[in-house]
């Protein structure tokens, strides 16, 4: 039964900050400027891993303009996202790990006097032995970048379910295939920036660009060793993430510091290049697959092992590794799986979670063994994927299932894309590959572990009509805030711009985790609502008593409580909050979100990849491929995404637009790449390239609704499922167009050309 | 984000009194166009200059008109007027195109056709952040004594990296340079020297003014451009191409390839195999490999030399098809 609505959910409302987008009027951090502010920058290592033996600051203070220079030794404690990885310093304290890493903070009147500044601070360092790549990570154990100083090695899972082996040698076929992810960085078009203040009450507000403001609290608490009470941490609009502003950086740490010596409020804003430094961008890394099946196309086991390049730091590197292989177990998938995955440190900018966390590069590697799979055994490669389409409630890894959309993905683009009759019978030169994903709504369990709400928001109910949502969500330009007014103003029976939205201010709204593992819908969502219907509940008992009828005889429609049957008997939504408020009181709510308990299998590590609902996506791609130049063109996308519900759609339609984008950006364009020196390769916008507008696929977007029964009306995530198919989708239509099959990321005119020589000198 | 230095910024209303400024400011002295490759190397610490000289404010510096047998075009004049400008895709559609061809709309507005001919040349470890190049211990451009490009080398190899050059080289045009020493007329072929360091012979107080294309009948030209977006990049190589017909014979062919090394380089073949031959298939692919075999790529910008090398004669057949060779 589809929940009840007043009209606003599911229809193609205008996002509610779109217009004072489009005007320049959204304040982003970089716009609040402070009186008396003062401007910092950050000093970076030019080695790969060095020992720093001195850092004099005294040229550098010398200057008039410049205020004041910290270093490492000024923030001497440890950080990291993941308490059980607390491996950074703000600024590095003993020894500096990859080029770009942080060693001291100068604020100044300008920035071009803080700019000028880092030039005068002496820093004399003896260099260490460094690790570049996956290779020597592994060979170069004198490096010692582990947390034993005798190896690199960060993290290491290896997990079975059923008997691999067994199951490889009864199986007809056994496909083996190896593929490489060099990594790709989130290139968000606003730079990472902080805005500190430290007031005379002693209180602290930081001003930054994260999508986690509370671990940022929490964080900063540690570091800066002050009480949370008296740290405030606001995030204001935010123009792109990705997953890039998910955990703490050196500049809001320096900023915060910075502020509190010299008792003047800190701006500190991260160049282009600083993004690249800063990274915690998608890990490089090497795959290994073997995947067999029976002759009729079931698949037999799936047995995985992955290398994969960290960088400097832990980041949520514990997370990544199991990621590259928890999540694969959805939604075509054999019954017997094993997988080893190995995370490295190296000395390079640090990897962290970018859109689709950890699973992008394995889904990719996987897709692509299953086209295999299904030529050897002359099947039609959605055919294989149906065959093998999980449709139990449970996993082999053990995660709960809830709703599952995913046929109807398949058969939706199958249809869009006119699969039957087109697919291999373009031409040489075009062709069509498909692939298909699943993703979590969230993570099952906060990364601290504790008991209380995962998300949170508080309502108040204005006498004018209009309803504040004092939201702890981060909106990231993903559009919570929109969701959650839509959400309100739909209960309610209000317009959307009667609903106001406060979000991610710690000293004005309640806890939520954050922007990340696609939780924002499912949990914020449900959190919302369970604020919203209290206060729906008084509105209806309050105008029930005044038509005198029954509650449940009264519905909510636009703008009116009316009775039910008599639609003439109709109390406006103003009205109604005018009689709620007379006969309860001051009107307010508080709703939140917690996930179930006990998600997960039950085994080390079966927790991570535990969601409450998980989401499912089908790909479709098409492409052209010039033999001269080695050009690929990916002309057209069809995408279907299992949302659960589309409460905002064209909000969806934005996130599998942005997703598709941005997967075929990684396919054919985008390539993070440190060279032997540890430099990288062009820190900046013209070399690391991300397509124009003109390098766009057309983009059909198709959504699909399994309306799961514990998300909010339904919903489930639409923001990084819709990425992870859209890679393996191109890999295998330029299979399909030319025949040469692609293991190595991204698909650059040089590759593909190498490719195709390789098949006609064969 | 990355401050500009400080700088002085003179707004000069006549040539006379730019050409004066420049001279009287010497080294601390560089001229501003559209800026938009002047200023972010500015940020990135490439530019000693302390003082620009615009030329924004001069009369007369912009514009396109046919003066007797040629084309003249201020120097002033944007990018996007040179692309849409009827006359030029008339009769110099190599130029058209190529100045379409450069960065996106933004700088093609901003952007002039003097300001793209003086183009700093560009190279992977050059057009880098201050900080980046002291990393890597900067380089003979720059701040540096050694070449990271080719080990050892001697002799800066940094890319011409300007669009327009080679068209305007294949079209035969000239620029006319002024100076405080007074006017002087020089053959774009002729304005590119080998040193990627500075990589024309205008002196630095010498302003490109005009530039004058020659009008023939008969001529046909065209400009191909490799890039891996649709917009906005720099050239991983281009090639302009220039034909003169008389009847059903081809009395010249001139083929331009750049974004190789600092000077945009004539394949010489053209005028051993083109004059008198028949505009065929064979003409096309020979030209073509001999294109590829006197250019070679090295690894100064982004993108793989090898593949940009076996494009070379793929960019070179594709524009002398679409000229009608073949």
């Known amino acids: 039964m589809k929940p009840r609505s007043s009209g606003l959910v599911g229809e193609r409302l205008r996002r509610n900050d779109l217009i004072r987008k489009v005007r320049g009027e959204v304040r982003y951090t970089d716009d609040l400027k402070l009186p008396r502010m003062l401007h910092a920058r950050l000093l970076r290592c030019p080695h790969p891993h060095a020992k720093i033996l001195r850092i004099d600051p005294a040229r550098a203070l010398a200057s008039p303009e410049v205020a004041a220079v910290i270093t490492g030794k000024d923030l001497p404690r440890r950080f990291g996202i993941i308490p059980w990885t607390p491996d950074e310093y703000p600024l590095a304290l003993e020894t500096a790990r990859f080029v770009g890493d942080a060693v001291a903070a100068v604020a100044a009147l300008s920035e071009r006097a803080a700019d000028l500044a880092l030039r005068q601070i002496e820093v004399d360092y003896e260099l260490l032995p460094s690790v570049k ?56 078009i606003e730079p990472h920036c902080a805005l500190a203040q430290y007031d005379g009450d002693g209180l602290l507000t930081l001003w930054s660009t994260t999508q986690v403001p509370h671990y940022l609290h929490r964080e900063l608490s540690r570091v800066l060793a002050v009480s949370p009470a008296r740290i405030r941490v606001i995030q204001p609009p935010i123009g792109g993430a990705f997953g890039g502003k998910s955990e703490p950086f050196a500049l809001e740490f320096a900023a915060a510091k910075l502020a509190m010596v010299t008792g003047r409020p800190v701006k500190l804003l991260y160049t282009r290049e600083e993004e690249f430094y800063a990274h915690r961008g998608r890990h490089p890394m090497a795959m290994r697959y073997r995947v067999g099946a029976r002759s009729d196309g079931s698949l037999t086991a799936v047995d995985a092992e992955t290398r994969i390049d960290g960088g400097a730091y832990s980041s949520f590197g514990l997370v990544t590794t199991y990621y590259s292989g928890q999540l694969l177990t959805l939604p075509s998938f054999a019954p017997n799986y094993r997988f080893s995955s190995t995370r490295y440190f190296t000395n390079k900018p640090p990897c962290g979670p970018k859109r689709g966390h950890g699973s992008v590069q394995p889904r990719f590697a996987f897709e692509c063994m299953l086209d295999r799979v299904a030529e050897k055994l002359s ?60 993703y979590i709504s969230g993570t099952n369990y906060p990364i601290y572990p504790n008991e209380m709400p995962q998300s949170a928001v508080q309502l108040k109910v204005d006498r004018s009509g209009v309803v504040t949502v004092f939201n702890g969500a981060s909106e990231i330009g993903q559009g919570t805030d929109t969701l959650m007014a839509t959400l309100v103003a739909d209960e309610l029976g209000l ?16 806890v939520d985790l954050g922007a990340y593992s696609s939780r924002g819908t499912f949990m914020n969502g449900n959190a919302c609502l369970a604020a919203a219907r209290q206060i729906r509940d008084k509105l209806v008992a309050a105008v029930a008593a005044k038509l005198e009828v029954a509650p449940r005889d009264v519905f909510v429609s636009r703008g009116y409580l009316c009775a039910v049957g008599d639609e003439r008997r109709a109390i406006s939504v103003t009205d109604a909050i005018a009689l709620a408020e007379a006969r309860f009181g ?119 609704e399994s309306h799961d029964p514990e998300g909010p009306l339904g919903a489930k995530e639409a923001g990084e499922g819709p990425l992870h198919s859209s890679i393996p989708a191109v890999a295998n239509a330029i299979y399909d167009a030319v025949g040469v099959r692609l293991d190595r990321l991204p698909f650059s005119p040089g590759r593909v050309l190498a490719a195709l020589r390789e098949q006609g000198g064969r | ?209 005009r530039v004058t294309i020659p009008l023939e009948r008969a001529r046909s030209s065209g400009f191909e451009k490799l890039r891996r977006r649709g917009a906005i990049d720099f050239p991983l190589l281009s090639v302009a191409a220039r034909i003169d017909r008389d009847g059903d014979a081809l009395r010249a062919v001139e083929l331009v390839v750049s974004a190789l090394a600092a000077r945009p380089r004539r394949v010489a073949a053209a005028a051993r195999l083109a004059p008198g031959a028949r505009p065929t298939a064979e003409l096309r692919a020979q030209l073509a490999q001999a294109a590829k075999k006197e250019c070679r790529p090295l690894d100064n910008i982004e993108g793989d030399p090898a593949w940009r090398h076996e494009m070379v004669p793929v960019l070179v057949e594709r524009l002398l098809a679409r000229l009608g060779v073949g």
């Not at chain 2, 004066?20 to 800026?35: E, N, S, T």
């Not at chain 2, 900080?131 to 451009?141: M, P, V, Y």
Request: proline residues 4%; hydrophobic residues 40%; aromatic residues 4%.
């Open chain 1, 133 to 188: 790549d996956l290779d020597e990570a592994e060979s170069k154990t004198e490096a010692g970048l582990g947390a034993s100083g005798r190896d690199n090695v960060s993290k290491r899972v290896d997990l079975a379910f059923g008997d691999v082996e067994a199951a490889l040698a009864a199986s007809d076929l056994v496909v083996e295939g190896s593929y490489t992810f060099e990594g790709t960085a989130h290139a968000p």
């Open chain 1, 379 to 438: 099947l039609d490669p959605i055919e294989l994927r149906r065959k093998n389409a999980v449709d139990a409630s449970s996993t082999v890894n053990g995660f709960r299932v809830t709703s599952n959309g995913y046929l109807e993905c398949l058969a939706r683009v199958e249809e869009a894309s006119g699969w039957k009759e087109r697919r291999g019978k373009l031409g040489r030169g075009r062709g069509l590959g498909v692939a298909s994903s699943a």
């Open chain 1, 495 to 510: 317009d959307l711009g009667a609903v106001r939205v406060v979000s991610a201010d710690s000293d004005l709204c309640p």
């Open chain 1, 586 to 704: 001051t009107l307010g709510a508080t709703g939140w979100y917690k996930s179930p308990e006990g998600l997960g299998g039950d085994y080390r590590g079966g927790t991570i990849g535990a969601s409450p609902a998980y989401s499912f996506t089908a790909h479709v791609a098409e492409v052209v491929v010039d033999e001269q130049t080695g050009v690929v063109r990916v002309e057209k996308v069809w995408c279907a995404h299992d949302c659960g519900r589309a409460l905002c759609p064209t909000l969806v339609d934005g996130q599998i637009e942005g997703s598709v984008y941005m997967g075929v950006a990684e396919a054919l364009l985008e390539e993070h790449v440190i060279d032997g020196r540890g430099l990288h390769r062009g820190p900046n916008l013209l070399d690391y390239r991300i397509p124009t507008s003109l390098d766009v696929p057309d983009i059909v977007s198709i959504l699909v």
């Open chain 2, 1 to 209: 984000m990355l401050p500009l230095p400080r700088f002085t910024l003179h707004r000069p209303a006549t040539i006379a009194e730019a050409a004066a400024l420049l001279h009287h400011l010497g080294r601390d002295g560089q001229l501003l166009a559209g800026g938009t490759d002047l200023l972010p190397n500015m940020k990135q610490g490439l530019v000693g200059a302390r003082a620009l000289v615009s030329l924004q404010r001069i009369d007369g510096l912009s514009g396109v008109d046919v003066a007797g047998s040629s084309l003249s075009i201020g120097a002033m004049t944007p990018l996007a007027r040179v692309a849409s400008d009827p006359r030029v895709r008339e009769a110099a559609p190599a130029l058209s195109e190529a100045a379409a061809a450069v960065g996106g709309p933004h700088h093609r507005r901003m952007g002039t056709l003097g300001g793209n001919l003086c183009l700093d040349t560009r190279c992977r470890y050059y057009n880098q952040t201050y900080f980046w190049r002291s990393a890597l211990g900067f380089c003979l451009k720059k701040d540096g004594t050694v070449c990271h490009v080719v080990a050892g080398g001697q002799r800066c190899v940094a890319a011409a990296s300007n669009d327009t050059a080679p068209a305007l080289i294949a079209l035969e045009a000239a620029v006319t340079l002024e100076s405080v020493r007074g006017a002087r007329v020089v053959p774009v072929g002729e304005l590119y020297t080998a040193d990627g360091i500075t990589n024309t012979t205008r002196e630095p107080d010498e302003i490109v003014t």
